[in-house]
C-alpha cells in the first residue's frame, strides 16, 4: 500500500460516534507574520469558533522558514505555520472533535489577516 495517499482516498472511520472536524485555511500575505500576531489570531479564533482555550497560544520560529504557533483547545486545537521563504504564505490547521461554522474560521481568518488570496478546505 502507498503510504502516501489523496485527501480524497476513503478512510474507514474507526470511531463514528466520536465528532471529528477537520479544515485548512491558506493565504498569502503582504507583510511577514510575527509571533504576536500568531498568538492573537489564534485566541480570536478560540472565541469565534467558541472552543475552550486549555493554554495560551505557543510560538516558535525556525530560520529557515518563519514562525510557527498551536494553541491547545478542551477539543482538540489549531495549528499556523506563517512562512518567510519561499514567498509569504499562512497555512492554518484546525482540528476539533466539536462541531464548528467552517465559513466563521474562513471570515474571521479573512477580517484577521487580510490575505492577497485565500483558500480553505473541510476534511
Not at 482516498?9 to 485555511?25: F, G, K, S, T, Y
Amino acid at each position: 500500500m502507498n503510504a502516501k495517499t489523496s485527501p480524497e482516498v476513503n478512510m474507514a472511520d474507526l470511531a463514528p460516534e466520536i465528532h471529528r472536524q477537520r479544515m485548512v485555511i491558506e493565504g498569502l500575505v503582504v507583510s511577514p507574520i510575527t509571533a504576536p500576531e500568531i498568538e492573537e489570531y489564534l485566541s480570536e479564533l478560540s472565541e469565534v469558533l467558541n472552543m475552550v482555550a486549555l493554554i495560551t497560544p505557543v510560538t516558535h520560529r525556525s530560520d529557515m522558514y518563519g514562525w510557527a504557533g498551536w494553541i491547545h483547545w478542551e477539543t482538540s486545537g489549531a495549528h499556523f505555520y506563517a512562512w518567510e521563504q519561499p514567498r509569504l504564505f499562512f497555512s492554518v490547521d484546525i482540528y476539533t472533535c466539536k462541531y464548528f461554522t467552517p465559513q466563521d474560521a474562513v471570515d474571521f481568518t479573512q477580517q484577521k489577516l487580510r490575505p492577497l488570496q485565500i483558500a480553505y478546505r473541510e476534511y
